[in-house]
């Protein structure tokens, strides 16, 4: 399958500070990549869909000027928790979908953000 | 996005025995995806599924896209302890092009 790259698979931020998080697509063109959270024994809660080029779409109750998502090019894009507070500690997911083959979806290993 | 309703929530069960799990959905899906979740991984592809009726085999995996479009199952035979983990289901609906998640069904093998 499809190789998917997320960067850094754990940080460890002080409260008021912004962390940056990659998604990757190493070996495909990502036309669209969606921005994952996940909390413990829970499913993926969707955040927010980017599609490269133009502004992502967040979903309801998602705060888009806290989690700043940028899809610059065709294989990457970021999540960037602003001002960070320890309730954003959780584990983040990306996924990517196939310019192709785009009805499978593709995640990175996740990123674990423990904000104190 | 829309949940799917997976069941069961958890499973325990011994090494060698066959393991099957379902998901439901209110509204019509044109694709059921299968994905694996060990701890502190991302979820990983198992079988993907695009039409109904269609039935795809992974090695001891098997998965099925129901013939109303509505459901899927995947069924995992003579199971190992490698195959604890957390299963989602997954699938795209006629409305929308973001996938949406069953909450996973937690599956843990004694040997």
């Known amino acids: 399958g499809a190789v998917v790259s997320q960067h850094p698979s754990r940080v460890i931020c002080k409260s008021g500070t912004s962390v940056k998080i990659e998604c990757r697509s190493l070996?495909?063109?990502?036309?669209?990549m969606f921005w994952y959270r996940q909390f413990p024994k829970k499913s993926l809660m969707l955040m927010a869909t980017s599609n490269e080029g133009s502004k992502a779409t967040y979903e309801q109750g998602v705060e888009k000027d806290k989690f700043l998502i940028n899809h610059a090019s065709l294989t990457l894009s970021t999540l960037t928790v602003t001002s960070a507070h320890p309730e954003d500690s959780s584990f983040y997911i990306c996924?990517?979908?196939?310019?192709?083959?785009?009805?499978?979806?593709?995640f990175g290993q996740g990123t674990r953000l423990t904000v104190v | 996005g829309q949940q799917l309703n997976q069941s069961p929530q958890s499973m325990f069960i011994q090494e060698g025995e066959d393991v099957s799990m379902n998901c439901t959905s209110s509204?019509?899906?044109?694709?059921w995806l299968w994905y694996k979740q060990d701890p502190g991984e991302g979820p990983v592809l198992l079988i993907a599924l695009y039409k109904a009726g269609e039935l795809t085999s992974n090695g001891r995996l098997t998965a099925q896209f129901g013939i109303t479009r509505k459901d899927s199952f995947l069924n995992i035979s003579a199971s190992i302890p490698s195959d604890v983990g957390i299963y989602f289901c997954?699938?795209?609906?006629?409305?929308?092009?973001?996938?949406?998640f069953g909450k996973g069904t937690s599956l843990l093998v004694t040997p």
């Open positions: 996924s990517a979908l196939s310019a192709v083959m785009n009805t499978e979806a593709f």
């Open positions: 070996d495909f063109q990502a036309t669209t």
């Open positions: 997954a699938g795209y609906s006629n409305s929308g092009y973001a996938l949406n």
């Open positions: 509204s019509i899906f044109n694709t």
